[in-house]
């Protein structure tokens, strides 16, 4: 083989890998407290919570294939393993409205979700789409204290 088709192959494979991130769906959220408090939440990582408090979660998913069939209504919200519902006082984190999203262009749709800090603990919330282009599968763990 030649270092040329060798660094061609190279290339062909770097570009796949990168162009396979490129069709998930991209997710910011955005935590705010009663006390104005705001803060950028990146997935995997702990939020610390203070029972009994207010919180709104901003979620802003953007379409980055730019023709995704799945609608933002069909992301999942799971609390601990279980779906999140609206006013299920069995819940640690008690969720105060329902999930309605909001279209803001063609690829960007938002939601602000407002829930109660009920439990002291670890509370984990999965959000969770599926799609043929990588779909979207990621973990808030909200440590309440």
Request: hydrophobic content about 45%; overall charge neutral.
């Amino acid at each position: 083989m030649s270092k040329a088709f060798v660094r061609k192959f190279i290339i062909a494979i770097f570009l796949i890998v990168a162009g396979v991130g490129a069709f998930a769906c991209e997710m910011i959220f955005t935590l705010d407290a009663e006390k104005s408090v705001s803060m950028n939440v990146i997935p995997g990582s702990e939020v610390k919570l203070v029972k009994w408090q207010s919180y709104k979660l901003t979620v802003e998913f953007n379409e980055d294939h730019r023709n995704c069939k799945i609608p933002a209504s069909e992301t999942i919200f799971l609390l601990n393993g279980e779906k999140w519902r609206v006013n299920k006082e069995t819940q640690s984190l008690i969720l105060k409205n329902s999930i309605e999203w909001k279209e803001e262009t063609k690829t960007k749709n938002i939601v602000v979700i407002e829930f109660v800090a009920s439990v002291a603990g670890e509370q984990k919330l999965q959000i969770v789409r599926e799609c043929s282009k990588g779909g979207y599968n990621e973990t808030i763990t909200f440590v309440v204290e």
